[in-house]
């Protein structure tokens, strides 16, 4: 019941001054509300990162071939062409791997009757379904033996069947790609950009024979596509055995060691994307976080300053209460609540500040958001402890003062 007194008697002298207090009160909802945006964009941040990590995978590494080797009296562009359907076989065949899948891809236009779009084919075969942890929406995948007889048969991306036929009815159609017909046989289910900006709903995916054989002319692979088995996704150890496999048999395949020649092959892991990206994400959060932090003590010092205030303009109302039997805690605990009662008014308007900037983002801009507890807990915990904190000093100041002197004050 005292305690309630206290509170009332605390929330009238706050009243008292009112642009003090709502001066002191905003300076706290501002550290507030900057440490749940930044909370909320770092979480959102993180979500996106696992998203696109159950979307992409941990145990893919993609094999690429080198760029040519260029010299001052020649300038050459383009890849090597020493990769091919064997190596692939050969990759398959390591113990670290689970699958290798061969392919071909290439940016080309690909039409329909009164539409036309830019689109990657995509030479493969039926295990780069499992293998790019794609999805079929419509019809059916690519099989074996699409590839034995070299079908012209096509798989379309989710961009490419809403571009070309309005998101239905593309099954059964036809399309041509460099002027051949190929006959829609399924849709793929929407997948979206991967961390490292590629759009994987713009594709059209054929057998690898018919790539080769009857569009592209070519004998060799610009990608091999290997999923490692059981990978370490903490340590990345086993993606990193996988790769060191990969390139000690493609360096004996290519006879690379007798000649001592550079590695004509690339070996991307498209996991550590993912892991830098993370990175990336936790160091602008902790950095962000420290912003709001030292916000959330200026709002402290603000309260500071409001009480130190308060107890010398009330030194003789203090005396009074001193004289009339009150006691030093319980001087203490008045001017204690009055911090706090700031500090929780701060981080309550905080709250509603950061909600709706917080809802501003995520309907203004592309960024990801998403509002923590924990992160809400802790700033009601951080406003607690700044009242407590930068009102203990002004509070412990006016418990101490000698009732003769704070009467004489008055």
Same mark, same amino acid.
């Given at each position: ?8 008697a605390? #929330?009238r ?9 709502? %001066? ?7 550290g507030?509300?900057?440490?749940l ?9 993180? &979500?996106?990162v ?10 893919l ?10 010299s001052?009296a ?14 692939? &076989?050969?990759?398959?065949? @390591?113990d670290?791997?689970?699958?290798a ?7 080309m236009t690909?039409?329909v009757?009164?539409? /036309?779009?830019?689109?990657l084919? @995509? ?32 798989? %379309? ?8 036929f ?9 399309? +041509? #790609? ?15 950009a991967?961390?490292d900006?590629?759009? $994987? ?10 790539? @080769? ?29 996988? $790769?060191?496999?990969?390139a000690?048999?493609?360096?004996? +395949? ?28 936790d160091s602008?959060?902790?950095?962000t976080?420290?912003l ?18 308060s ?5 003789? $109302?203090? *005396?009074l209460?001193?004289?009339v039997? /009150? ?22 308007? *905080? ?5 709706v ?42 418990? %101490? ?10």
């Open positions: 019941m005292r305690m309630f007194r206290s509170a009332g605390s #929330i002298a706050l009243l008292a001054h009112k642009l003090r207090g709502v %001066l002191a009160l905003s300076s706290v909802a501002a507030v509300a900057a440490v945006i930044t909370s909320a964009i770092g979480a959102g941040a993180q &979500q996106e696992l998203r696109k990590t159950e979307t992409m995978g941990t145990d590494l993609i094999v690429t071939p080198a760029q040519v080797a260029s001052a020649r300038k050459i562009r383009g890849v090597v062409t020493t990769m091919n359907v064997t190596d692939c &076989q050969a990759i398959a065949a @390591l670290t791997v689970r699958q899948v061969p392919g071909f891809e290439s940016d690909v039409k009757p009164g539409n /036309a779009m830019k689109a084919v @995509l030479g493969t075969t039926a295990p780069y379904l499992e293998v790019g942890r794609f999805r079929i929406r419509e019809g059916r995948f690519l099989d074996e033996d699409d590839n034995e007889k070299a079908r012209r048969v096509a798989v %379309l991306g989710w961009r490419v069947d809403r571009n070309l309005g998101g239905s009815g593309a099954r059964g159609q036809t399309l +041509r #790609i460099r002027g051949i017909p190929f006959e829609v046989i399924g849709v793929l289910a929407e997948k979206g991967l961390a900006g590629s759009d $994987e709903d713009n594709r059209v995916l054929i057998p690898i024979r018919t790539a @080769l054989r009857r569009v592209l002319n070519a004998a060799w692979l610009n990608s091999i596509f290997v999923s490692v088995r059981d990978p370490d996704v903490r340590d990345q150890e086993t993606m990193g055995d996988a $790769e060191k496999e990969i000690r048999v493609l360096r004996v +395949r290519h006879r690379l060691d007798p000649a001592g020649k550079p590695d004509d092959f690339v070996i991307r892991n498209r996991s550590q994307v993912l892991a830098n990206q993370k990175q990336l994400a602008l959060t902790a950095f976080s420290g709001a932090a030292i916000s959330l003590a200026v709002g402290g010092v603000g309260i500071l300053a409001l009480m130190l205030m107890v010398k303009e009330r030194t003789g $109302e203090i *005396g209460r001193m004289a039997g /009150a006691r030093p805690v319980n001087i203490l605990v008045q001017f204690l609540l009055e911090a706090v009662l700031l500090a929780l008014g701060g981080w309550v308007v *905080g709250m509603a500040l950061g909600a900037a917080t809802a501003a983002i995520a309907f203004g801009t592309d960024w990801k958001v998403a509002v923590p507890v924990n992160a809400t807990v802790a700033s009601l915990a951080m406003a607690a402890v700044t009242g407590v904190g930068f009102g203990w000093v002004p509070a412990r100041k006016a418990s %101490l003062l000698p009732p003769i002197q704070a009467l004489l004050a008055e």
